[in-house]
């Protein structure tokens, strides 16, 4: 990766809080002229520093008002069948993101859903298989973002 700069990390901060900002916004906070700002913007995506820029949709505007964070245990010994559920689990519109981690768990998952009613029918849909432990959930009873400088 490139060497970045203090105005690098500057513009990765404020773009991710909000990476609709203008040029002109970006060069009001960073000190550098608009069209500065603008090159490195396309700089950092052309080596992978901004990876991609995604809208973040309300849950209530997608039916999914409930979010959880639920942590997989998965059986061991059984890595192809591990993959296939990540790419099977990855495909469901409730799943948001999946973490493969260190400790207790192997899996994080962040979903969404409609209803404790309907995380309780996805769970027997898709977490009682052999290729899934055990799992425990977490409830977000509400979530916070950075502030935008």
Do not use: W
């Not at 990765?12 to 000190?31: H, I, M, P, Y």
């Not at 959880?68 to 099977?88: C, H, I, S, W, Y």
């Amino acid at each position: 990766m490139d060497h970045l700069d203090k105005f690098d990390h500057r513009l990765l901060s404020l773009l991710r809080s909000d990476s609709r900002r203008t040029g002109k916004q970006l060069s009001e906070k960073v000190g550098l002229s608009q069209a500065a700002c603008l090159r490195r913007v396309q700089h950092l995506r052309d080596i992978g520093a901004i990876e991609k820029e995604v809208a973040i949709i309300s849950p209530e505007v997608a039916g999914a008002s409930v979010t959880l964070l639920v942590m997989l245990v998965l059986t061991r010994g059984q890595p192809e069948k591990a993959a296939q559920l990540r790419r099977d689990l990855l495909k469901l519109p409730q799943v948001q993101k999946i973490y493969h981690v260190t400790g207790n768990a192997d899996l994080v998952l962040t979903l969404q859903c409609a209803s404790m009613e309907a995380y309780s029918n996805f769970t027997e849909a898709h977490f009682y298989s052999d290729e899934i432990k055990g799992f425990d959930t977490i409830v977000v009873l509400r979530s916070y973002d950075p502030e935008p400088d």
